[in-house]
């Protein structure tokens, strides 16, 4: 399934919103951490990867530009730096478990 890993990626995502941390502050994604061993499964490559992030955050945007009569200014720029650091954060996570050795099982 190439959509399965959103709906966890976009809570987590929500979630960083909701409870604000600094740019920069790592958390895990075991959500982002599958969707590389998924990915890696399916014969995809990096830059695919890479380009699929793309495309989510440009989806993201997008639905901002759409929705600015409900959007709150005042939030609007940190809300798009926590979204592209999250987003970012989630890729590197996903990357890292795509070139992750499989185990193999004795």
Known sequence: MRTGHL?????ELVHRLRVPRSLGTKQVSDAAREHGKVRHSQG????TII???????????HTLQTNLNVVDFS??????????DEVDSQLKQTIM??????AIAA
Request: glycine share 0%; net charge negative.
């Open 97 to 102: 478990s795509f070139t992750e050795p499989v």
């Open 44 to 47: 995809y490559s990096i830059p």
């Open 7 to 11: 709906p966890q990626l976009i809570r």
């Open 75 to 84: 939030l609007l720029l940190i809300d798009v730096m926590a979204i592209a």
């Open 51 to 61: 380009e699929e992030s793309r495309m989510l955050q440009v989806s993201i945007f």
